[in-house]
């Protein structure tokens, strides 16, 4: 679960990115600099980062401050997961990544699946929106909404992607070593469950 300093940094962040978006009050747009330069701090103090590397990926957006937005593909085969192996960390995670600009959640589930694993498939059913921050991921620099869309193969074969070093479908009791930033054993677990249902409520929290 999220760490307490984390949180408040992400909320510092998230105040200053506001405030510099629509503060017009020179002085006021300084004190939001300066809060921006706070939450720099506490994320560098905490996490061993470069404090210019935190500026440009945790504090170098502008405009309104909203959660990113993590779509993952949920698609099975004779009842068993698929997941690719991530090069970035060596474990296995479903397809997916962050939401496209001009691309509708299940387009993004799409194309992920085409360029992470091989396969086309056809968009079905949001099985689940979560927030990040109430699952067992790693502390994470910014606010995450993840959603989970069943997908069935329509065509195209397994073939590992950029990112991609392996592509494998999993039974439920055989799940590999996971990429927890990206997916939980908890989540894909609450996966299988969801396929079975077949016609189940989309899960939130």
Request: some cysteine; overall charge negative; charged content about 30%.
């Given at each position: 679960?999220?760490e307490?300093?984390?949180?408040?940094?992400?909320?510092?962040?998230?105040?200053?990115?506001?405030?510099?978006?629509?503060?017009?009050?020179e002085?006021?747009?300084?004190?939001?600099?300066?809060?921006?330069?706070?939450?720099?701090?506490?994320m560098?103090?905490?996490?061993?980062?470069?404090p210019?590397k935190?500026?440009e990926?945790?504090?170098?957006?502008?405009?309104y401050?909203?959660?990113?937005?993590?779509?993952?593909?949920?698609?099975?085969r004779?009842?068993?997961?698929?997941?690719?192996?991530?090069?970035?960390?060596?474990?296995?995670a479903?397809?997916g990544?962050?939401?496209?600009?001009?691309?509708?959640?299940?387009?993004?589930?799409?194309?992920?699946?085409?360029?992470?694993?091989?396969?086309?498939?056809?968009?079905?059913?949001?099985?689940?929106?979560?927030?990040?921050?109430?699952?067992e991921?790693?502390?994470?620099?910014?606010?995450?909404?993840?959603?989970?869309?069943?997908?069935?193969?329509?065509?195209?074969?397994?073939?590992?992607?950029?990112?991609?070093?392996?592509v494998?479908?999993?039974?439920?009791?055989?799940?590999?070593?996971?990429?927890?930033?990206?997916?939980?054993?908890?989540?894909?677990?609450?996966?299988f469950?969801?396929y079975?249902?077949?016609?189940?409520?989309?899960?939130?929290d």
């Amino acid at each position: 679960m999220q760490e307490k300093w984390l949180e408040w940094a992400k909320q510092i962040q998230s105040i200053a990115q506001t405030g510099l978006a629509y503060g017009k009050d020179e002085y006021d747009l300084e004190r939001y600099e300066m809060l921006r330069d706070l939450s720099i701090a506490i994320m560098s103090e905490y996490t061993d980062i470069e404090p210019v590397k935190v500026r440009e990926l945790f504090a170098g957006e502008t405009g309104y401050a909203t959660p990113k937005v993590d779509i993952r593909a949920v698609v099975f085969r004779e009842h068993k997961l698929l997941l690719v192996r991530e090069k970035s960390d060596g474990a296995w995670a479903l397809p997916g990544g962050w939401a496209d600009i001009g691309l509708s959640p299940s387009e993004v589930a799409v194309k992920e699946v085409r360029e992470e694993a091989g396969f086309e498939v056809k968009a079905g059913r949001l099985l689940a929106v979560w927030d990040k921050k109430f699952h067992e991921h790693p502390p994470s620099p910014f606010h995450v909404y993840k959603m989970f869309i069943l997908c069935e193969i329509t065509g195209g074969s397994a073939k590992v992607g950029l990112e991609t070093s392996e592509v494998r479908f999993f039974g439920r009791n055989e799940l590999p070593e996971l990429s927890l930033e990206r997916n939980t054993a908890a989540q894909l677990h609450t996966m299988f469950e969801q396929y079975d249902e077949s016609s189940g409520p989309s899960l939130f929290d």
